[in-house]
């Protein structure tokens, strides 16, 4: 061992021993012939005192040996401030290079840079400390679903290729030309099919893979907590994992979460907050306003389904510009808005809405009423086609949050989303599309409007589906399977998927399911947004060791990449690229 | 939840209880108007009494109530033998078709049909228990290293294609055309960058891929144990790991292993057990017997430079027919041995060889002697060249203590390896290869040779490299890295990979290696191996959930398999198999 102790466990208590510590220098500083250096590794930064001038880099890796002394000017800022090694002898383990930005908290490097130097980006403190976020949480969630009985079972990477959802990463077979592996989007067939063989209760930390095109901080390989129980109904698997979240929570951040945890319709949470996943940190809930504003001659409102408005606290005070700003931001393509009425309950008590020749102030009072806006709140009102409109207001609401400091990381307001509708119609495709996927159960007792032919029927159909919201963040989703062949079935009816079709793509599962499969259910956490937001951060790209750029590329390793001409011909593959693109 | 109580856990003090199972029907039988129903889940077996005729097909799944009753015959076979439940009603949630074979510890099934079916091979006890010991195995392993400070960090499962070793495993990128990732032969690159990043203590249980024609149980797939830490040496690395593999002995099977582990150079390993992964459990050792039986007439063993022998113990009563299958047994290309020469040391004092022409019986004793043989015992002489004949020699021994039973499987002997050679001279492509592999550090004792010209210095340099071996299988192996960039490019001189090719091949990391390399090693445990070891078996297959066959397919899910052109269009590939391939 190269060291008797770390960078960051010496304490006043120890002074006197002679230690040999070992990690890299952070900073050296000479003054008066003398050379201070803070020396780091991953447990922390300890002083030393070298009785010479040293030429040390940034980076260089040295070891140490010295006396445990204490300091005349103590550094309250870290653990091991009190005290300074007064070193007798020195020896530089490895040179550095001048890293080509600085390794502190804020770095001055670029995001390109860094990523290219990612292992020593790494070696910066958010960076670790995330990593550590990370180690602790995934280890909680194995004891937690340890001591409940679930075994956390491997399942393949080289699978079959499936035809639902987003693309697969394929993977050629050199032994059988001409055929591909898939990489899996999620371990769901595997986990189905470990319930069928009577595991009951199964979990796994997985990576799972989607050949999307990217959007900002989405990972083409991410990592899942994947969890599926046998013999369940809906409230055991909430359960559960409320459970596992509430100790996360108390275990790794000593934070006390709601018991039980709240739960929302998927209608409410549409209805009240625009969002499949409400951040419910703070009101500001959507309030459909139609009855109120239709049938006064304003065109807008009165030729759509549906009007709704948000009350924002406070913003009466808002400037003719910032309302104009507004309304460009909800014009946006990303909101979709085609205009922005506001109505502004100023603190002198009087009134103002940008559509004030169409109401009275008895009308906009009545509006104020329906919306609880309250003396000093701006209404904001959009229209539209209803579930269109409530998202855009949704989307208002969140914007409106951020801009007046509503959404503080360091609260926690996670709740379930249940009741979602099972199935999704496609305008575009004149087809129904499953809203989770097509194994998810029917309610019971929505079994009649399932086997209905009727679309308005299939539509009303909702799932026993659920999903774990965490302040506006989906971070995790599941539902009760369909155990019953006859069920499985007529989902693949629905979905126009045929007989033969469904052979085809899911045979194998179809044919498990007559062997005796049990009820059972489970759900999928999104494991790096569930660190990155315990770590009261949006971004997941700082809680993955080596993560890739929107282009799927990493850019420290320089991958993907071209291959041999002669492993093309072991895969009997050609490209098609011309050489010059 | 569909049930009060699992099928393993109610016991006699349980009686008056009424509780619902729920599970599958393991057996069930029609007497005297009653049907008593073996009903199986995850934990165990309990019986139903029912009081009609009642038809229930092996494997329906059924969920039952009724009143926890006292047995008139107990079964002490079963933990829940002492009870039955007296069913009031009974539910049947999904029927089963007959199983294409029996669900018994020993199945009638044949291997191809039981891989088709594998989740119901999956609900044999055999297959449950060896996939709960893994769960197990994982788990221990991860709390012990969490307790001695390690962070798990997941690493990219999509790479750069690494030209050492195997064969990787390609992944087309769409959304770079004409490009591949690949998948990790092992995360070597990254665990080094991660202590480059300074994060001390790494490790990751983790899928790795090889792209090998397969052999015998080798899956395309397989999960390591990877472990890195750095400020150490060699022997902070074995005690390291040793207490890992003790706590495991320990916490899983409770079997106490020596405290220190032994350990054995591999050249010691090599010249006594013909072997790098000696298999301790039993003696036999090989000695050497060049000096005996040289210059005697006999040319076979005049014309090599090495004559070895074993002395197996009670088997000098081997027939001639047993004698001449040994000797046809050794000259399979499998062994490839030219002959087999055998003594006798029969138990009436007698001795007795098939060179009886050429040696004297005083002659023949000096051989014993040399070979520690005792009367009763049957010598088996190989020669030719050093460790070819060794290596031989060393597999007959294996096949020997086979045939006598001296391999429990319940009986455990781990050792090191040490001290093995850095680099391995091919003749046939007439350059060195790394032993391990090309980041593994020469002893610092051996630099000289290391930096020597001569083949004959670089040949005797040893490395700092150790294996882990149980039972005669490298469970897990590693060594001490090179962190110094000039050592490193010294390694690549050696191994003939020129500047270029390097810099094109591990440039990222010779570049890393700038900037700071700390002292480091490491290690990896293949956990499939280690999960059918501890299980006492020889054969990983029943320790992975869904395994590959031989041709790397997996028959349940039929994958690999054709995509569509579609697919292959967007992935810029086209296909150079023929149609009628």
Redesign the interface.
């Known amino acids: 061992?190269?060291?008797t102790s770390t960078c960051g466990e010496l304490r006043i208590s120890d002074v006197g021993k002679t230690v040999t510590l070992?990690?890299?220098v952070q900073r050296s500083r000479k003054l008066g012939g003398m050379t201070f250096i803070d020396l780091?590794?991953?447990?922390g930064i300890t002083q030393l005192v070298v009785e010479n001038d040293l030429s040390l880099g940034r980076?260089?890796?040295i070891?140490a040996t010295g006396k445990v002394v204490e300091r005349e000017s103590k550094n309250p800022k870290i653990p091991t401030g009190d005290i300074e090694i007064k070193v007798e002898s020195i020896n530089i383990?490895?040179?550095?290079?001048t890293?080509p930005f600085t390794i502190e908290d804020q770095s001055d490097g670029g995001e390109d840079l860094r990523a290219k130097?990612?292992?020593?980006d790494?070696?910066r403190n958010p960076l670790?400390k995330a990593?550590?976020l990370?180690?602790r949480i995934?280890?909680e969630v194995?004891n937690y679903l340890?001591a409940q009985g679930f075994?956390?079972?491997?399942?393949?990477?080289?699978?079959?290729?499936t035809p639902e959802g987003a693309?697969?990463?394929?993977?050629?077979?050199?032994?059988?030309?001409?055929?591909?592996?898939?990489?899996p989007q999620s371990p769901q067939?595997?986990k189905q099919?470990?319930m069928?063989?009577?595991?009951?209760?199964y979990f796994q930390i997985v990576?799972c893979?989607r050949?999307e095109?990217?959007r900002a901080d989405r990972q083409?390989?991410f990592?899942q907590i994947d969890c599926e129980m046998s013999?369940?109904?809906q409230?055991?698997v909430l359960g559960m994992f409320e459970g596992m979240m509430r100790s996360l929570f108390k275990n790794v951040l000593d934070v006390d979460i709601p018991n039980p945890m709240p739960r929302m319709s998927w209608y409410d949470a549409m209805d009240k907050y625009g969002s499949d996943k409400p951040d419910v940190r703070f009101g500001m809930t959507i309030h459909e306003i139609s009855s109120e504003v239709q049938g006064h001659g304003f065109g807008v409102f009165d030729s759509v389904p549906y009007v709704g408005a948000i009350a924002v606290p406070g913003a009466a005070n808002y400037t003719r510009k910032q309302t104009d700003e507004l309304t460009e931001w909800v014009k946006r393509p990303q909101v979709g808005a085609k205009g922005l009425v506001y109505i502004k309950l100023n603190e002198d008590g009087t009134i103002k809405s940008s559509v004030d020749k169409f109401y009275s102030e008895e009308d906009l009072r009545k509006v104020a009423a329906a919306v609880e806006a309250k003396t000093g709140d701006m209404i904001l009102v959009l229209c539209g086609q209803k579930r269109k409109a409530q998202t855009m207001l949704g989307v208002l609401r969140v914007e409106m949050g951020n801009r007046l400091g509503l959404r503080d990381p360091k609260v926690f307001a996670p709740l379930w989303i249940v009741d979602f509708p099972l199935l999704e119609w496609s305008e575009e495709d004149g087809r129904f599309y499953a809203m989770h996927h097509p194994f998810t159960a029917p309610k019971p007792e929505h079994l009649d409007w399932f086997y209905s032919d009727k679309k308005e029927d299939l539509e009303r159909v909702c799932a026993n589906a659920y999903d774990f919201v965490l302040n506006g963040t989906e971070l995790g989703g599941g539902s009760i399977r369909i155990?019953?062949a006859d069920v499985q079935e007529r989902m693949f009816q629905v979905l126009g998927i045929g007989k033969e079709e469904a052979e085809y793509k899911f045979g194998?599962i179809i044919n498990?399911f007559?062997?005796?499969?049990?009820?059972h259910g489970g759900l999928a956490f999104g494991f790096d947004r569930t660190c990155a937001l315990f770590g009261g951060q949006e971004t997941i790209r700082d809680y993955?060791?080596?993560p890739?750029n929107n282009?799927?590329?990493?850019v420290?390793?320089?991958?993907?990449?071209?291959?041999d001409a002669v492993?093309m011909?072991?895969?009997?593959?050609?490209?098609?690229?011309k050489e010059d693109?």
């Not at 420290?556 to 291959?563: E, L, N, R, W």
Request: overall charge neutral; glycine content about 4%; charged content about 30%.
């Open positions: 061992m190269y060291r070992a990690g890299w780091r590794d991953r447990y980076e260089f890796v070891q383990l490895n040179k550095s290079l890293p130097y990612r292992y020593l790494l070696r670790k990593l550590e990370r180690h995934a280890h194995r340890d075994l956390e079972i491997e399942t393949p990477y080289l699978i079959k290729s693309r697969d990463f394929v993977v050629p077979s050199r032994m059988n030309p001409g055929q591909f592996y898939a990489l067939t595997f099919l470990l069928v063989a009577g595991y009951d209760r990576r893979f050949d095109d990217l083409p390989e990592t013999f369940v109904e409230e055991d155990h019953e194998f498990a007559k062997f005796g499969a049990p009820p993955i060791a080596f890739k282009q799927g590329r990493d420290m390793i320089d991958a993907p990449s071209k291959i492993q011909d072991e895969l009997c593959l050609a490209s098609t690229v693109a």
